[in-house]
């Protein structure tokens, strides 16, 4: 199978987009949907386990930085659902 996406060169498939953000105001109010954060949280940290055990990379300074990416964005969305659900 050939190579199409970067992620395939670390996971050899294509699991995890990239996207801009929608922003939706209510009544001026920011709305937050807890269970998709959720979602994505378990993605981004299932991709940081995977790309550690999985991922083909040519040295370990490739591997720490592309395992720092997913954790980086678990980060933010844990962040993210403390602001916004309190916890």
Do not use: C, K
Request: net charge negative; proline share 5%; hydrophobic share 45%.
């Amino acid at each position: 199978m050939p190579i199409r996406t970067p992620e395939e060169r670390y996971t050899a498939r294509p699991d995890m987009a990239h996207t801009s953000p929608v922003y939706v105001r209510v009544a001026g109010t920011r709305t937050f949907m807890e269970q998709d954060a959720q979602a994505i949280l378990a993605i981004a940290r299932y991709h940081a386990a995977d790309v550690q055990n999985r991922g083909s990379f040519a040295t370990d300074a490739q591997r720490a930085e592309a395992v720092a990416y997913f954790a980086d964005a678990a980060t933010r969305w844990e962040d993210l659902i403390a602001e916004h659900v309190g916890r």
